[in-house]
């Protein structure tokens, strides 16, 4: 891994990845670490600590449902369903993000000649 | 290798039952539980897949797990919240209560139907037609009994109560179209042969649900 990212950034951002992960399928737990995993090309590692403090936050809210899949050889699955409630909450969220992002760019890298310009 | 497996379950269930160590029961803990090792294995095989021996996977996988405290706080309080965990579980109870009264009730008005409808002297064949309830009873029974979180036992997840049922189902049902043929063509064997097929694959299902099953016991 390149750069760290802060555990003060990712923490506000937790939920949003899960949702977005979810979006695109019902998964559970160990799958949905490895596609964060993936979705970051290798670059960042959500500890499932955090992910499943997660899951229990976004079900207590409403914006993801679980129930049990089949017996698999280690035991059962617990998967994870978005809900429409939780595909706004998605969509609210990424656009908070969007705009955060590019406020925050100018306030880091910005310079006060660019914004005479 | 199997025997390998074994050790390694062994030891996840270990760690787990160790990391929520003297945190109060709720149902909720319960089901936690099952989702981390089920989890956790599967992290287990990747590593192993891997190449990593079994003692150095089962290690790096709960490392990288991270801190659970929060997590095991959660449990904490809401195993002292006793109150919260009747909320939780009423709801089913209740389901599950009715389920166990509906099913007695069938399997009851099916036997005395069947009864009645024998001294009425009614054909062999038109008399155990109501049996049929009993089928329905049994398995409803079944289902209620182990879906419902009792002071001793956890409830069993919805898949597996609902396949015991079947087998239940299966097995009366095999019964009855034994009595039914049997009452009705006199020859013996077709009665046998009929009720066959639904006697074994209900046995079969029973017991293969009975050898895989999770032991849902309250220790505490």
């Known amino acids: ?117 | 290798m199997l025997k390998n497996k074994k050790t390694i379950d062994d030891k996840v269930k270990n760690h787990i039952e160790h990391l929520f160590d003297g945190v109060g029961a709720s149902q909720q803990l319960f089901d936690l539980k099952e989702e981390l090792a089920t989890n956790l294995k599967e992290k287990i095989a990747d590593y192993r897949s891997k190449g990593m021996e079994d003692e150095q996977a089962l290690q790096e996988a709960v490392i990288s797990m991270g801190d659970l405290s929060g997590l095991v706080d959660d449990m904490r309080k809401l195993g002292r919240d006793k109150a919260k965990q009747a909320v939780y579980s009423t709801k089913t109870a209740r389901i599950s209560l009715a389920g166990i009264i509906a099913g007695v009730l069938l399997t009851l008005f099916g036997s005395f139907t069947v009864a009645m409808l024998y001294f009425i002297n009614l054909s062999a064949e038109e008399a155990f037609g109501p049996g049929i309830f009993i089928v329905a009873g049994g398995a409803l029974f079944t289902y209620s009994i182990l879906t419902m979180e009792t002071g001793k036992k956890y409830a069993m997840n919805k898949i597996r109560a609902a396949s015991y049922a079947l087998a239940v189902g299966s097995l009366l049902f095999g019964i009855f179209v034994a009595a039914v043929t049997g009452l009705t063509s006199d020859e013996i064997y077709v009665s046998i042969a009929s009720s066959m097929l639904f006697v074994m694959a209900g046995v079969g299902l029973f017991l293969f649900l009975c050898l895989t099953g999770t032991d849902r016991l309250k220790t505490k």
């Open chain 1, 1 to 117: 891994m390149v750069g760290t990212i802060s555990t003060d950034l990712i923490r506000g951002n937790t939920d949003t990845i899960v949702l977005n992960v979810l979006r695109q399928g019902d998964s559970y737990g160990y799958e949905i670490y490895k596609k964060v995993i993936e979705l970051s090309n290798n670059q960042y590692e959500l500890k499932e600590a955090t992910l499943y403090t997660a899951f229990r936050r976004l079900e207590q809210e409403g914006y993801i449902l679980s129930y049990w899949g089949d017996e698999t050889q280690g035991g059962r699955r617990k998967y994870y369903r978005i809900t429409k409630k939780g595909q706004e909450r998605y969509e609210q969220n990424k656009k908070d993000w969007n705009f955060a992002k590019e406020v925050l760019t100018r306030l880091i890298e910005g310079g006060f000649c660019d914004v005479k310009k």
